[in-house]
Structures are given as structure tokens and as C-alpha cells.
């Protein structure tokens, strides 16, 4: 098991009603702190009460929160899980020069940043794709439809490929 694996929180349904009430009080105004029962007590510094809404309100969705040091060094598998590819598709990106590396022996060391950084641009440029394609549909007057939405919202978080797109909306379209 990787340290990502263990420092990852997964929601579970009994703890709904309590992330809904930290949600709140992180959403409200005013200081926070957090108490023991032995009295002692410390303010919640601001970087920290950010943290924890964006962990909160991730929870409260069912998504899973990993908090990982952005300078750690991974594994290419820890690398190819959080792209969601399998380990050779990273090496061939490693080669490449799509992401920096370094090497340690024979072993691929890549940078938590690095594989942030390069998932951040693999969005965008989802997004960009999205944004032309759905200007070219009101170009021509196309109607988008909430489903076409909902596909094109699942390929830029990267939940389906290009290729899974594009098989959706041929056989939307019954171009299949």
C-alpha cells in the first residue's frame, strides 16, 4: 500500500449530518477554534480553515480526500494512479518530456507537483476542447443538449477519454 493510499479519507454515510455542521461553522464568519477536553485551546489559523471546507465539502459529495506533500516524489505507479493511466502510458509521457523526472538507480522518480501540474493542463486543455466545440455547435446553431453537458463535464474531469467521448455522441447522434 502507498502513503497516498494511507493518508486517504473516504466518506461514509454515518458521517453526513457531522460534515454537514463543520461545513457550516468553516462557512460562517467569524474565529474558529478547536478545544480538548482538558481546556487547552488554539486558533484555527485561515490556510487551515480552507483546508478544511475544501476537504469538507468534498466529503460531504462522497469524493475521497488524499492530503499528500506537494514536494513528495512518487513512484511512476503512484504517479499513473493519480492521472488515472496505467504505468507504462506514464513512462512513455516520461520519455517523452511531457513531465519531468529524475532517476534514482534505475528506478523513475516523478514530482508531486510535477503530476499536479501536469493533470491541471490536461484539464485545461479538455476545457479549451469542450469550450470550441460547444461555440461551433452555437456557430451553426446546434443545439447542446444536458446529456452532450453532462459528457463534456465527465471528459474534462477526466472520468471518460477522448475516444469514450466521442463513441457517446456518435451514438447519440446515431452515427454509429
Not at 475521497?64 to 513512462?91: C, F, K, N, W, Y
Not at 523513475?108 to 503530476?115: G, L, W
Not at 470550441?132 to 455547435?137: F, V
Not at 452555437?138 to 453537458?149: F, G, H, I, N, T
Amino acid at each position: 500500500m502507498s502513503t497516498i493510499d494511507e493518508n486517504t479519507i473516504t466518506p461514509s454515510v454515518a458521517d453526513l449530518e457531522a460534515l454537514t455542521q463543520v461545513s457550516e461553522l468553516l462557512a460562517g464568519s467569524g474565529h474558529l477554534s478547536l478545544h480538548t477536553e482538558s481546556g487547552d485551546a488554539v486558533d484555527l489559523p485561515e490556510q487551515l480553515r480552507r483546508l478544511l471546507d475544501s476537504a469538507t465539502r468534498s466529503l460531504r459529495t462522497g469524493s475521497s480526500v488524499t492530503i499528500v506533500d506537494r514536494a513528495r516524489m512518487l513512484t511512476t505507479q503512484e504517479a499513473a494512479d493519480i492521472l488515472g493511466v496505467s504505468r507504462p502510458t506514464l513512462v512513455k509521457l516520461l520519455e517523452t518530456g511531457a513531465m519531468p523526472f529524475t532517476k534514482v538507480n534505475t528506478y523513475r522518480r516523478v514530482a508531486m507537483v510535477d503530476v499536479i501540474a501536469y493533470r491541471a493542463a490536461q484539464r485545461a486543455e479538455r476545457q479549451r476542447i469542450v469550450e470550441e466545440a460547444m461555440h461551433n455547435n452555437e456557430m451553426e446553431d446546434l443545439p447542446v443538449s444536458d446529456a452532450a453537458r453532462a459528457d463534456a463535464v465527465a471528459y474534462v474531469s477526466g472520468k471518460i477519454d477522448e475516444d469514450e467521448l466521442v463513441r457517446i455522441t456518435r451514438a447519440r447522434y446515431g452515427l454509429e
